[in-house]
């Protein structure tokens, strides 16, 4: 049964840690059967109500949108502003991992849409015109929306699912935008966060961290089930699809927020990290000596909003075309075994 990577409603009415469930997949009879027609046509097949039309457009009270599907909650009243585009807009979700975004290409246009990571219902889409301080506009539909007060949280409260293992990796391999989209597309990774690692939390923004002073370096943290992938599968990866011996740079990123280098959590990651740069070394895999540092892990700081999915919001920016997409179409030739399904299926 497939699984994704998410936060619930608890017995609390609380939104939990996020945990690992199963997905919901029905048949298109069976979600007939639960939606009306025009929730069925939004969710379902892709389609957008008109504006300022639907229900919830003017709602101002206080408590949580839950996927109109399956009850995951997306979005919260406190992040809900009018946008006058005559949809629900909000700042940001509820939870990074209870939306799921997506390149969408149709109609001529390049646009991210966003979906529920637990049912891949249709949502809405995402746009960088948004307030302050994500500076992103989530366009959603009413329709996929079921509006829930905060006193009535408990009426949708799940049984939280006994924790399965779930673990993390920090890499880093020069821009975290191409970094990040080469883990995403891997199955068995439930998440891939752009951030910083390797220096402090008082410098750990982006203007700072491109002065090359603050000690940081561009990174992603993986969050993976060790069951599907193992961490040495993810070094492979990472080590196939950067230059491990450039120092300090990577391509025309130059600095020394762009080197080569793992972030070990444990002795165990470092241990495996050391084996895999043995063997490589002792392979003769690169022209030239691995460079790459091993550092332990003191923190990982999550990089701005507009920093997260870049590739998916933007897969036509000349940098991403030119940098970015080789890599993740290396990945594709190169380790076909290891791909999403969906990864595996997209042009």
């Given at each position: 049964m497939p699984t994704t990577y998410v936060r619930v409603i608890g017995p609390d009415g609380k939104l939990t840690p996020p945990v690992v469930v199963s997905k919901v997949i029905k048949t298109e009879e069976e979600w007939k059967k639960i939606l009306t027609p025009e929730q069925f046509r939004v969710t379902r097949g892709s389609g957008t109500e008109p504006a300022f039309c639907g229900g919830l457009l003017k709602n101002k009270e206080d408590g949580y949108y839950l996927c109109v599907d399956c009850n995951l909650p997306l979005f919260q009243s406190n992040a809900k502003f009018e946008s006058g585009t005559g949809w629900p807009s909000f700042f940001q979700p509820a939870a990074p991992e209870n939306v799921r975004e997506k390149s969408d290409l149709s109609h001529g246009m390049v646009r991210t849409e966003i979906l529920c990571p637990r049912c891949d219902a249709h949502l809405g889409h995402i746009f960088?015109?948004?307030?302050?301080?994500?500076?992103?506009?989530?366009?959603?539909?009413?329709?996929?929306?079921?509006?829930?007060?905060?006193?009535?949280?408990?009426?949708?409260?799940?049984?939280?699912?006994?924790?399965?293992?779930?673990?993390?990796?920090?890499?880093?391999?020069?821009?975290?935008?191409?970094?990040?989209?080469?883990?995403?597309?891997?199955?068995?990774?439930?998440?891939?966060?752009?951030?910083?690692?390797?220096?402090?939390?008082?410098?750990?923004?982006?203007?700072?961290?491109?002065?090359?002073?603050?000690?940081?370096?561009?990174?992603?943290?993986?969050?993976?089930?060790?069951?599907?992938?193992?961490?040495?599968?993810?070094?492979?990866?990472?080590?196939?699809?950067?230059?491990?011996?450039?120092?300090?740079?990577?391509?025309?990123?130059?600095?020394?927020?762009?080197?080569?280098?793992?972030?070990?959590?444990?002795?165990?990651?470092?241990?495996?990290?050391?084996?895999?740069?043995?063997?490589?070394?002792?392979?003769?895999?690169?022209?030239?000596?691995?460079?790459?540092?091993?550092?332990?892990?003191?923190?990982?700081?999550?990089?701005?909003?507009?920093?997260q999915n870049y590739v998916c919001r933007n897969p036509n920016q000349g940098y991403i075309e030119s940098v970015a997409l080789p890599k993740v179409e290396k990945v594709r030739e190169k380790f076909k075994e290891l791909l999403k399904p969906q990864a595996a299926a997209t042009p």
């Open positions: 960088e015109d948004g307030p302050k301080p994500t500076g992103l506009r989530y366009c959603l539909n009413s329709e996929a929306l079921r509006f829930v007060a905060n006193d009535k949280l408990k009426d949708f409260a799940e049984k939280v699912p006994s924790q399965s293992k779930v673990e993390e990796a920090v890499f880093a391999g020069g821009c975290f935008w191409c970094t990040e989209a080469v883990f995403e597309q891997l199955d068995g990774v439930y998440d891939v966060v752009s951030g910083y690692a390797g220096g402090d939390a008082s410098t750990a923004n982006y203007p700072a961290v491109c002065t090359g002073t603050t000690g940081h370096a561009e990174s992603v943290k993986i969050v993976y089930d060790p069951a599907r992938i193992s961490f040495e599968k993810l070094l492979k990866v990472h080590f196939a699809t950067h230059d491990p011996t450039s120092l300090n740079r990577q391509g025309a990123d130059v600095g020394t927020q762009y080197r080569s280098a793992i972030f070990y959590a444990s002795d165990q990651q470092k241990q495996l990290a050391e084996a895999l740069i043995a063997d490589l070394t002792a392979a003769k895999a690169y022209k030239k000596p691995i460079v790459t540092t091993l550092e332990p892990l003191k923190g990982f700081y999550p990089a701005e909003a507009h920093h």
